[in-house]
C-alpha cells in the first residue's frame, strides 16, 4: 500500500484484505478507505470484486498498539460465510 496506509487481511489470502489510512475527519485515526467515492456511497475492493459501502463505513476504525507491532502473534479463525 501507499505510505501511511496498511491493508489488513482478517483471513489467510493475499487478495482478502481492507485498507485503512488516516482519516482528517476523526482526528487522523485509521479508517477504512474506498477507492473512490460518489455523493455518499464508496467502492471498496475484496477478494477481487468490488463492494459498496456507506459514507458511515469510512468512519470504521482501526486500533493498533504501536508499541506491540513488532511482536508478532498468529491466530487464525475459519470464516464459514452464507449463502445468498
Known amino acids: 500500500p501507499k505510505e501511511e496506509r ?4 482478517f483471513e489467510d489470502s493475499d487478495d482478502k484484505y481492507l485498507m485503512f489510512g488516516p482519516n482528517p475527519k476523526i482526528g487522523n485515526r485509521y479508517a477504512l ?3 473512490e467515492w460518489q455523493q455518499s456511497i ?8 468490488e463492494f459498496n459501502i456507506t459514507k458511515n463505513s469510512g468512519f ?12 508478532v ?3 487464525s479463525k475459519i470464516v464459514k460465510g452464507r449463502e445468498l
Open 6 to 9: 496498511l491493508a489488513v487481511a
Open 33 to 35: 478507505l474506498a477507492k
Open 60 to 71: 470504521s476504525g482501526l486500533m493498533v498498539d504501536i508499541d506491540k507491532l513488532t511482536t
Open 73 to 75: 502473534q498468529k491466530k
Open 42 to 49: 464508496g467502492k471498496v475492493s475484496y477478494a477481487g470484486e
